[in-house]
Structure formats: C-alpha cells, structure tokens
C-alpha cells in the first residue's frame, strides 16, 4: 500500500474545473486590487491607508501567483470568463458609503467568502497531481488571514459613531446578500444573476480629486511645505534629517498618484504593467512610514510639521499617460541624483539610522524610474508623440495647472541648484 494522505485518495477537480476556479480568483483578487486603488485617495485614516497600500501589493502578487499557476494548467486567459454575477458584485463593492464600509463589504465580505473559496478548493483538489496549486493557495491564505484579522480590529475602531456604524452594517448586509445570492465562491457554477437591491443610502463611488488626511495632519498647498534644494543644502546635518524625513512622511501622494494611475489605466494594459504599479504605490507609503518612523525617533510627530497632498491633487488632474510620466520620467528621474550625495552625506556624519533608509529608498526610486520608462514607451507606442513631445505636453499641464490654481504650483524643490 502506497502511504498517501486522504486528499491524494480522492479525485479531484481536473484541469478545466481546476482552470475555471482559479480563473475567478484571480478575477476576484485583481478587482480587489483595483477598488483599493480607487479607494486609497479617500481614506482619511492614517494606519487604515498605510495598511490598504500594503494590501494593494499582497493582492496584484495573489493575481500573478495565480496567474502563473493558470499558465502551467493551460489555463488560458486569466480574464476572458470572469462570471458576471461576480463581476457585477465587484461593481457594487467599490460604492461603500465610506471606509467603514469599504472595510465592511470588501474585507469582511467579499474577502472573507474568497478565503473560505481557497480552503474550499484545498479540500477538494487532489493533493499529489494538484500540489502546486495547493502551495500557491496556502501562501495566499497566509495573507488573506492577516488582511481579516487585520480588517476586524478596524472596523471596529472606525464604527464608533453610530451614523457611521448603522451606515456600514447596511452596507455590509447588502453585499453579504449579494455574496449569497451567488453561492460559494468555490462552487462550480456561480448563479448568475445577484438578487439583492441597494440600500437607501446608495451613491455611486466618485473620485473625489482630494488625498484625505485625518485630523492628526496639517495639510498646505506643496509651496508652503518643501524648501528648495538649496536651502536644503545650507542646512546643519541636524536639520536637514529633519527636512529630508518630513519630505518622506509626505509622500504618500506618491502612493495616492501611483494607486490612481491603477484605477484609471485601461483594463487591457498587460498585468505586469499593474504589477509595477502596485509595488510603487506600496513603496511610496513605505517610505511615508520610513519618514515618520525616523521623525519619531527624534521626538517629531505628525502633527508637529505641514503637511502637503497638492503633489496629488496636481497629478490627478492630467490624464493617465501625462499623470504617470510626469511623476517616474520626469520628477523620480530627475531627482534621482541628490540621493547618493545624501546617502554619503550621513554616512559620514555616522548616522547609521538614516543613512539605512535613505540607502533603501535609493533602490526603491531606481526601479520607479524604470517602471516609468518602461510603461511610458509602452504607452507611446504607435504614436505620432515621441517621449520629448509628451514632457512638452506635461510642462503644457504644469503651467495651465499652477495658473487657474496657485495651490497646484510645482514644489520648491523642482527648482534645482545650478
Ligand atoms: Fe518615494
Ligand atoms: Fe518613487
């Protein structure tokens, strides 16, 4: 007798059941991706937008393992067949009332039933001819656990008022019934049509072309926040670990421009593209974190400096291709020169601490500059712009910007040392 586990004993899904499955996850773990993305601009809450751009990347690496797994089961393509109830509930997903109900219907709700899906479908796959997709799905209920966990102790913390409460358990019902209505998310067939119809308070997501900050922060236009390279460059080693780390902690509107370039893109561009992309996003509220960790090392706040989201609210107002271009090809590139004198800078100085950080945002901004080149060209091709003519054009934006609104002007750190 051959010493097997219970699992290699049954017969299993085969590989077109085993495809259809795996073809929804990564359909229902993209949209997830993408609603985050829509959403990461508007939430105020500090800690639940450091964590959502987290959960930005852990969902575009779910979508690529699964991807992978898809491949070698000749599995096609990933997004021809998603099923439409599903689809239409992912539609409703990203409507929440606000991010207590975001928390609510996507985390506790959609998220939670797909977790139940994974283990579902462990259950039921054999587990010697099936073994790689086993191993891909554990990894990802790894994560999909600690996102719940994670989701349960803020919604809590986020439901305090009761308005909002009521709101959000409204809107949790009503995407639960919507989850129900389709069955388990590892069932073979999805029924096809959601029943359910929308709660009273329904308004359809828009973005807002605000970066929310909760009350901890104080938010000015970017011309009262940054200083120019050169004052920083006058400044005492002391000051400017300050000045630098505060440019840092500002920088989620990077992770907000980034998350909005996500949600904006067509559908169609190729996944690596959104791949990229959500390792930038996240990248960019790591190095907000980095920011304010080292300012509190050093006994400053938050809420002790200005802060700035007009970076964000000047981007959003171009189109994509100009949105994205004018922050990787033309701002990271262009900057990307002041962080090897900086590194060295405290190197000397002994300053281990930052000059750690700083070393890593270093990596972190080389490959932002190449995502940029990268999906940029991909963007121009066939096009009668070349790449010079498409800066023309953001320069175009950049001006027209800071005159209908001063607040949009071009930070004071744009304007480099001779
Ligand atoms: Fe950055
Ligand atoms: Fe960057």
Redesign the pocket.
């Known amino acids: 007798m051959v010493d097997v586990s219970a699992n290699a004993k049954v017969v299993g899904y085969n590989v077109t059941e085993n495809g259809r499955l795996l073809r929804r996850f990564a359909s229902v773990e993209r949209r997830s991706m993408r609603i985050l993305a829509a959403w990461l601009p508007e939430i105020a809450h500090w800690e639940t937008k450091k964590a959502v751009a987290r959960h930005i990347w852990d969902e575009a690496e779910h979508v690529t393992w699964l991807r992978q797994r898809l491949g070698e089961l000749r599995g096609g393509r990933p997004d021809t067949d998603a099923d439409p109830g599903m689809v239409q509930l992912m539609n409703e997903v990203i409507n929440a009332p606000h991010t207590a109900g975001l928390i609510g219907g996507l985390y506790l709700g959609v998220k939670r039933h797909l977790l139940d899906g994974y283990k579902g479908h462990i259950n039921k796959t054999n587990d010697i001819v099936d073994a790689p997709t086993i191993k891909v799905l554990h990894r990802i209920i790894h994560e999909e656990q600690q996102h719940l966990t994670w989701a349960e102790a803020i919604y809590e913390e986020l439901t305090r008022d009761e308005t909002v409460r009521r709101q959000a358990e409204e809107w949790s019902t009503y995407i639960d019934g919507l989850i129900r209505s389709l069955g388990p998310f590892d069932a073979l067939m999805l029924i096809a049509e959601p029943a359910p119809s929308p709660p009273r308070s329904y308004t359809p997501f828009r973005r807002s072309m605000k970066a929310h900050r909760d009350d901890r922060f104080d938010v000015r236009p970017a011309r009262e926040v940054y200083k120019t390279q050169k004052q920083m460059n006058a400044e005492t080693h002391e000051e400017s670990i300050i000045s630098n780390f505060q440019i ?1 902690a500002t ?1 989620m509107w ?1 992770a907000e421009l980034v998350a909005s370039c996500i949600y904006d893109a067509p559908y169609d561009m190729p996944w690596e593209f959104f791949y990229d992309l959500a390792h930038q996003c996240w ?2 509220a790591r ?1 907000a974190a980095m920011g304010e960790l080292r300012l509190a090392e050093m006994g400053v706040s938050l809420s002790d400096f200005p802060t700035a989201v007009s970076e964000y609210e000047r981007g959003v107002r171009m189109p994509m291709l100009h949105r994205f271009c004018d922050l990787t090809v033309m701002a990271e590139a262009e900057h990307i020169h002041v962080r090897r004198p900086r590194l060295q800078k405290y190197l000397e100085g002994g300053d281990l601490r930052s000059a750690e950080f700083v070393d890593y ?1 270093w990596s ?2 080389v490959n ?1 500059v190449r995502y940029g080149f990268r999906w940029v060209k991909y963007m121009l091709e066939g096009d009668a712009r070349s790449l010079d003519d498409l800066k023309a054009e953001v320069w175009e934006w950049r001006r027209r910007l800071s005159q209908e609104n001063p607040d949009l002007r071009l930070p004071p750190y744009f304007e480099m040392e001779e």
């Open positions: 840092y920088e990077a990248d960019e190095h945002d972190d901004e932002h």
